[in-house]
């Protein structure tokens, strides 16, 4: 059955940021391309947990949503038609005696690849819950890991919970919205970027920390006040509240790409400067990828893609001359 499947140049597994970026890319390299995603849409976390979230660090893009960015990030990768699979996780990797790549989703489905690019980001991600009894009681109405919607929030008294870029970006966002922001922290100093940090403290968002969430209480689905305590010297207090948001980090699944005997570092795979993991022909890019002075930066892994591509080609065929591109001067798009 293996032998009648579509041989592709290079399969990239994962639909997020870098992924798209990377097809597009691969595309631009005349590579046959196929995209496997595990979610049943294309743009990874970013639409899913951020959709209404700015993106800054992007150069040239002073300022854009994380679903417009989707936006821009799908059209670009369609360019030159590559094949999109979406709700399929590959679970079972083999390399077969020609080099090439048998692929086998968790639904049964195989795909054939000369080369990989791993685009996974850091696999699954589920958010780390708030750890109270009836926390549960409140999700998805007064209690949230992420922000769909920010004019939900207008006029509201909002808590949130955590001291990472997430907590800190979503504290700022919501400070003209709504009607109070507070922000707590369990540890005395914060771990985002310096100058939103600074921006928030310089705003009217009542920033407490450290401290910590130890109850909470309300009415059917909706928290009316929490109990927080002072960790320095475990005095409590009751505050009023709307909605309160959880920002504690992800719990991270990597999935069973990990069993496929690739050196691993951190929970990431250790790749080296052509973005090659220990088995040749599987490359790996974005949040995945481990190497000496590694920044998890969007941008990072936008310059990451066409280096592992630019390499996959070179693994297909070691002979040619491979000359850089550029889409300035690539004729098909001038």
């Known amino acids: 059955m293996s032998k009648q499947l579509e041989l592709y140049d290079i399969t990239i597994i994962g639909g997020g940021p870098i992924g798209l970026f990377t097809a597009f890319y691969s595309g631009m390299r005349e590579m046959k391309t196929k ?27 002073p300022n854009i949503s994380g679903e417009k960015f989707t936006e821009n ?32 989703s968790s639904n049964g ?7 990989v690019v791993l685009a996974t980001g850091y696999g699954t991600l589920k958010s780390v819950k708030l750890d109270l009894p009836n926390a549960e ?37 919501l400070e003209s919205i709504a009607d109070k ?42 928290i009316e ?5 002072k960790l320095e010297n475990n005095s409590l207090e009751e505050l009023p509240v709307d909605h309160l948001i959880v920002s504690h980090g992800f719990q991270i699944d990597l999935g069973p790409i990990t069993d496929w005997g690739m050196q691993m570092s951190n929970g990431s795979i250790v790749v080296d400067q052509t973005m090659a993991t220990s088995i040749p022909g599987i490359f790996a890019v974005g949040d995945i990828a481990n190497y000496e002075g590694k920044l ?9 893609g066409p280096i592992a591509v630019n390499h996959a080609k070179l693994y297909i065929s070691p002979n040619i001359d491979l000359q850089p591109i550029y889409s300035t001067n690539y004729e098909p798009l001038l």
Request: charged letters at 25%; proline letters at 4%; glycine letters at 8%.
């Open 35 to 61: 995209i496997i995603e595990y979610l049943p849409f294309l743009g990874g976390k970013v639409p899913y947990f951020y959709p209404e979230k700015i993106i800054r660090d992007v150069g040239g893009i």
């Open 73 to 104: 990030l799908i059209e670009q990768a369609k360019t030159f038609d590559p094949t999109i699979v979406l709700g399929q996780q590959i679970t079972r990797m083999e390399k077969r005696q020609d080099g090439t790549f048998l692929l086998t």
């Open 109 to 115: 489905e195989q795909h054939n690849t000369k080369t």
């Open 137 to 173: 009681d409140f999700e998805g109405t007064s209690l949230h890991y992420t922000i769909r919607k920010l004019q939900s929030y207008a006029n509201k008294h909002v808590l949130i919970s955590g001291g990472g870029n997430s907590a800190v970006d979503w504290a700022n966002e």
């Open 181 to 222: 922001v507070t922000l707590i922290y369990r540890k005395p100093t914060f771990t985002g970027i310096e100058s939103n940090i600074t921006k928030m403290k310089n705003s009217s968002v009542n920033v407490l920390h450290p401290y910590e969430i130890v109850d909470l209480k309300g009415t059917k689905e909706q």
């Open 225 to 229: 006040r929490v109990t927080i305590r």
């Open 296 to 304: 998890n930066l969007i941008a990072g892994g936008f310059n990451e």
